[in-house]
């Protein structure tokens, strides 16, 4: 049974998660070297629960149990009692490596450590340990208490034990467990590309404006913001950095190939809301551009977008990254979309799917458009995906 939790990290993510294991009545430790960044997260907390009791969602007493289950160290040696730790920092995988070294040593033989990282090797983590196998990914969504799903990724050396303990305790927590295969981006980062890479080409080709696929995948797609929206929204210079690392991580496979318009966006500065402009201006008194609302146009832009994620999720279920049913949850409540991939391949049908594939291959002759083999075997015989 976890009860004592460590963070390392007193950012938004960890302090995120600091929230979310301190609702469930764990004992928490923040650990930050730096005292302002604890300062900020304690401060930051307190506005977060007093919002909640604002909405009525908390009372007073809730408020009073919450705060007292955290507390905010600057001494990695307080973490002697945990039962694990989650770290929270930079994605260096370097520094990343450091700081487990340093933790092993501190923490005690049982301790589970545990790495948030979004995208980087659990396995090259869980080397830098005299013990690996208590070593595991656990990858919570932004704002973590808010977002209901949790990747959960054993590496080869992770034992059955670690991941059985990790799989319940965060269940425990409240949240939805996927558990993915320790492969580049895990689901969520990998499942994800094409829609903002298909987004991407189909601007570079002349096919429409960036307000316009917004439109048309909001419109047709039912997404709660379109691809350059959120891209804005996530900030084109992390956005392009994690597109960049599958694209190199997948010894430089096509499919996730970025794009030259999101690398200049970023070279220029033009990051989204953080800097006042991306693909859009946020200046205060700035207009947002009109789509080009043609439905046929809107529908085709949608089409070519699903089916590469649809391709994208088959794909990784074929390459068993994870259960159908976890890639499915993983893209609904880790990024909100508003149905599971494969559920959609179901509605859409297969055959389906393989046709406008092969027709985009067809027309390109580029391996960024093959179809994948579990999509191929299942028109064939006739199958779904058993969801």
């Known amino acids: 049974m976890i009860k004592n939790v460590g963070i390392i990290g007193a950012g938004t993510m960890g302090s995120g998660i600091a929230q979310v294991a301190a609702t469930a ?59 694990m730790t989650i770290e929270a920092i930079v994605e260096n995988i370097d520094i990343k490596k450091k700081v487990f070294q340093e933790l092993e040593s501190i923490v005690s033989e049982n301790c589970i450590i545990a790495s948030n990282t979004s995208s980087l090797s659990i396995a090259s983590i869980a ?42 305790t965060i269940e425990s927590w409240k949240k939805v467990v996927a558990v993915a295969k320790d492969t580049p981006g895990f689901i969520v980062n990998r499942v994800a590309r094409p829609f903002y890479s298909e987004s991407l080409r189909q601007y570079e080709e002349g096919i429409a404006d960036f307000a316009t696929i917004d439109w048309a995948m ?33 010894y430089y496979d096509p499919r996730y190939k970025p794009a030259f318009t999101q690398k200049r966006f970023s070279e220029a500065g033009y990051l989204g809301r953080k800097s006042g402009k991306g693909y859009y201006d946020y200046s205060e008194n700035a207009t947002k551009p009109e789509p080009n609302k043609d439905s046929e146009l809107g529908q085709n832009i949608f089409n070519r977008t699903l089916v590469m994620l649809i ?40 055959d389906w799917c393989v046709t406008e594939l092969d027709k985009l291959y067809n027309e390109y002759h580029e391996d960024r458009y093959r179809c994948s083999p579990m999509l191929r075997r299942m028109k064939d015989s006739n199958q779904k995906f058993n969801l």
């Open 311 to 350: 391709n994208e999720a088959a794909d990784a279920l074929f390459w068993n990254v994870a259960s159908a049913k976890d890639i499915d949850n993983a893209m609904t409540k880790g990024v909100n979309y508003p149905k599971g991939l494969l559920a959609w391949a179901n509605e859409k049908s297969i």
């Open 218 to 250: 909001k419109e047709f797609g039912g997404f709660r913001m379109g691809p350059f929206e959120l891209m804005d929204f996530i900030g084109n210079d992390v956005n392009y950095t994690v597109t960049e690392t599958v694209f190199e991580a997948f």
């Open 127 to 168: 080397s830098s340990l005299n013990k690996p196998e208590r070593c595991v990914g656990i990858h919570f969504f932004n704002p973590a208490p808010l977002m209901k799903l949790v990747e959960v990724i054993p590496a080869i050396q992770t034992s059955e034990a670690t991941l059985k303990t990790s799989v319940d």
């Open 25 to 83: 009545d764990c004992k928490v430790k923040i650990f930050d070297l730096n005292q302002d960044a604890l300062d900020k997260a304690k401060t930051a907390l307190e506005k977060i629960l007093n919002r909640l009791i604002e909405k009525g969602r908390i009372d007073a007493v809730e408020k009073n149990r919450i705060q007292g289950n955290i507390s905010y160290v600057s001494d990695m040696k307080s973490f002697s009692d945990a039962d």
